[in-house]
């Protein structure tokens, strides 16, 4: 009697285990991305760069996010590597990574080789800046590949897309408190006290000691990356039938989401829906499951996206307008929170002259460091209520009451402001209760931010299906909506801040304004899903924990 034909999948499946090796990579880069949201907008500016150019710097980001991410995810899926298609390029951004901290972390010491002086540092700056944009490529590069790794690896098995897409939340999430804790810590200098130097005072050194773990924490981690599975080179997929490098390639409006999410600011929406192909047993074996029938999916690159504006349906169009006035709102504390502690708080500044103005600053920004912690916890816990949350009440619902607490919140940060000033005026340092106030504020606002992480992509997704659209332009579309924001908010909060006389409390405002209209909108335009669907969407599109 002939036996029956065992099928093939789920024989060669990348274990869990597996899985979460290749996710671990995240608390790698997430561990780095916390340190230069927390700690270099106060450091550009103690190295002598004015509060008013500061954000400047920030461009990077969404400039790589638009230009870098889609370029790598492009060439990623046609890399003929022998070591895989995506390990040479997450290898490959670790270095630069590498590379581009050891340059921040030195900057004043390399500065002050080169002729820097104790009042003026153009040359560390200089070495400064360039590390900074660096950094911002190198994460650009490495963060796509590290998604569609997993992709990969998880093929059209939406259970184990969802278990891979927790692991990496699970280690962001790790990534985000461990790096946070880290910059709130001001004892550094004693554990590794070569790190401070005649160019390197005290917080200067502990910036760089924590920028020396990082690397660390992402050699570690890229390792246990890059070595956990065999990926499967390019000529596998190429000597099938159904794909090769001369076959045509799937049109951008496939049915399949992508991302092409930054790194400032690092959100994403998971791009579980990548081709899949499971492992062989042997370099060489016939593989034959339903997933290697996918075709070839490309990134969206930012002129297609831009072309395909004018045949959007409405209801899209109001995501977008809601995602940006959502991200306006954000990207002010995005830039400005550590540094908010320490001016407007702690009435400190960034002063290498005035001793006790640079140490009331510092403190602050390491109680904001700390703040930052309180928030990655609560957004950690509050990822994992969204699902039922948009289950019960619809995801316009639970969006909308998201930006009502990013309005109370940052109207909170301009009371607080007000009420600190008066306090450091008269006792010389903040009152224990705007201090409790100010950090209950950072972790309230790691709630709004999961919901910003995770349900415009679900939403928007739904939306695509039911128009039938591609999900690759859709995910490329809020991307735009999101780069936007932070490049206006870039290159406008440092002028807008100084013609009211400097500070943050302006561009605290207009946060705080853009997230009551964004709420409005919310509740009045965006369409309303049949909640299983939102539910379903939620659930293949997960929570990202990027900034």
């Known amino acids: ?81 022998q070591w895989g298609r995506r390990r040479p390029f997450i290898v490959t951004g670790a270095l630069l990574i590498v590379v581009a901290v050891i340059i921040i972390a030195f900057s004043a010491d390399l500065g002050y080789v080169f002729g820097d002086t104790f009042l003026s540092r153009p040359r560390a700056i200089t070495i400064f800046v360039l590390g900074f944009w660096i950094l911002d490529l190198a994460n650009n590069t490495m963060q796509g590949p590290c998604r569609a790794l997993l992709a990969d690896f998880t093929g059209k098995d939406h259970r184990r897309t969802r ?15 461990l790096g946070y804790a880290t910059g709130s810590y ?48 390019w000529y596998f997929h190429s000597s099938g039938k159904t794909s090769s ?19 400032a600011s690092q959100c994403a929406a998971n791009e579980d829906s990548e081709r899949a192909y499971t492992l062989p047993t042997t370099i060489g074996e016939d593989i034959e ?15 297609e996206i831009f072309s395909s504006l004018r045949d959007l349906p409405k209801s899209m169009w109001n995501i977008l307008l809601v995602t940006a006035l959502t991200w306006i709102s954000w990207f002010p504390f995005v830039l400005f929170d550590t540094d908010w502690m320490g001016r407007e708080v702690y009435g400190g500044e960034p002063s290498i002259v005035d001793a006790r103005q640079s140490s009331l600053y510092n403190k602050g920004v390491r109680a904001g460091s700390f703040g930052l912690m309180l928030n990655s916890v609560v957004l950690g816990f509050t990822s994992l209520m969204i699902e039922p949350l948009c289950r019960k009440i619809g995801q316009r619902s639970v969006w909308t009451i998201a930006n009502v607490i990013m309005f109370a919140c940052f109207a909170g940060i301009v009371i607080i402001s007000v009420a600190a000033k008066h306090s450091v005026r008269t006792a010389g340092v903040p009152s224990s209760s705007i201090l409790v106030t100010a950090l209950l504020i950072f972790a309230i606002l790691g709630a709004p931010l999961a919901v910003t992480y ?88 997960g929570n990202s924990l990027v900034p």
Not at 13 to 40: H, I, K, T, Y
Not at 164 to 174: I, P
Not at 289 to 303: G, H, I, L, N, R
């Open 245 to 263: 490098t001369s076959s045509p390639i799937r049109p951008l409006l496939s049915q399949k989401p992508i991302s092409a999410f930054m790194g």
């Open 186 to 233: 001001n004892g550094w200098h004693k554990i590794l006290p070569f790190t401070q130097t005649v160019a390197c005072g005290v917080s200067c050194a502990n910036l760089k000691s924590a920028f020396l773990l990082d690397t660390i924490v992402l050699i570690i981690t890229t390792a246990l990356c890059a070595t956990a599975t065999q990926e499967i080179p």
């Open 454 to 541: 995770s349900v415009p992509y679900g939403l928007a997704s739904s939306v695509t299906n039911m128009s039938g659209g591609g999900q690759g332009l859709s995910m490329g579309l809020l991307n735009l909506a999101l780069v936007m924001p932070q490049i206006l908010v870039s290159i406008g909060s440092g002028p807008w801040d100084e013609l009211f006389g400097g500070g943050n409390i302006p561009s605290f405002l207009v946060a705080a304004i853009a997230a009551l209209a964004g709420a409005i909108l919310a509740i009045f335009f965006l369409p309303k899903m049949p909640k299983q669907q939102q539910s379903n969407e939620i659930q293949q599109n």
């Open 1 to 81: 009697m002939k036996e029956p034909r065992q099928s093939n999948k789920g024989k060669n499946r990348v274990p869990l285990r597996a899985l979460a090796r290749v996710a671990s990579v995240a608390a790698g880069v997430q561990f780095g991305w916390a340190l230069q949201l927390s700690l270099l907008t106060p450091y550009v500016q103690e190295l002598g760069i004015s509060h008013v150019w500061a954000s400047y710097i920030w461009l990077c980001g969404p400039v790589s996010g638009m230009l870098v991410q889609p370029l790598v995810g492009h060439l990623s899926d046609q890399c003929e590597s």
């Open 163 to 177: 278990r891979a897409n927790t692991f990496y939340s699970l280690f962001m999430g790790v990534g985000n408190v």
């Open 289 to 303: 499951t339903e997933d290697e029938k996918d075709e070839p999916v490309q990134e969206a690159f930012f002129w």
